[in-house]
């Protein structure tokens, strides 16, 4: 079945340091993928989306691209901020399902900024 | 503003009862999730409904029940059958098109006590 594994957090930066939170993702065909944010006592946002090979989403500094020949989605930033301490969630959707399919998700990186 | 609202936000509950989740949107997205969150094992999911009336099981049904009789409302009960309730939990709505709009609500979080 469908997959996706993140590295092991936690991950502690200090602000403006590079992030960098590896996602892999196992699944058949070509999935759509995501990254979702929670902040403390919140459910999740979108972060950012990609739907084919090659895409890079981005937003709010934040960018992943979608790599179908390594099944790689990595998330980075190239200045941390404080605000950006969260958990953060890699997901995919099953290519072949359909566009209400459920995501499967990553266990999840905590993230936390020092300033 | 649109949205998915879930109550309680925090909720106790004594072996051997019954709770329900609530979760409402109003975004008329047809399909709504449940998800379960544990510490360090990431969501998974326990039911969804892509319509009224129709549900399905996702991985970790057993001790959960679940309607959707409207198309706004979509609760998640916890039985006793559940051994091991003590969890957060979201619920979340797609609308189907374009490949996108996971919308999820704010979580309870569930204690038993």
């Known amino acids: 079945g469908d997959s996706v594994t993140q590295m092991e957090g936690p991950v502690t930066l200090s602000e403006e340091a590079f992030l960098t939170i590896n996602c892999t993702y196992t699944?058949?065909?070509?999935?759509?993928l995501f990254w979702y944010v929670q902040y403390p006592g919140e459910g999740l946002q979108l972060l950012l989306k990609?739907?084919?090979?090659?895409d890079k989403g981005s937003n709010k500094g934040f960018e992943a691209t979608y790599r179908k020949e390594t099944t790689s989605f990595h998330l980075e930033k190239g200045s941390v901020q404080v605000s950006d301490s969260a958990v953060y969630f890699c997901?995919?959707?099953?290519?072949?399902?359909?566009?209400?399919?459920?995501?499967?998700f990553g266990q999840g990186t905590i993230l936390t900024v020092h300033p | 503003d649109g949205g998915i609202t879930q109550s309680p936000k925090y909720l106790f509950r004594k072996e051997g009862q019954n709770v329900t989740l609530s979760c409402e949107q109003n975004?008329?997205?047809?399909?709504m999730y449940w998800y379960r969150q544990d510490p360090g094992q990431g969501l998974r999911l326990i039911y969804y409904?892509?319509?009224?009336?129709?549900?399905q099981k996702g991985d970790i049904a057993e001790g959960y029940s679940v309607s959707r009789e409207k198309k706004e409302s979509f609760p998640l009960t916890v039985t006793s059958a559940q051994k091991n309730p003590t969890a957060f939990y979201l619920c979340a709505a797609n609308s189907g098109t374009g490949r996108y709009g996971y919308t999820f609500g704010s979580g309870t979080r569930l204690t038993v006590v």
């Open positions: 997901a995919l959707r099953d290519a072949g399902g359909t566009s209400y399919g459920k995501l499967t």
């Open positions: 990609a739907t084919k090979a090659d």
């Open positions: 409904s892509q319509i009224v009336n129709d549900f």
């Open positions: 699944a058949t065909g070509y999935p759509s």
């Open positions: 975004l008329n997205h047809d399909a």
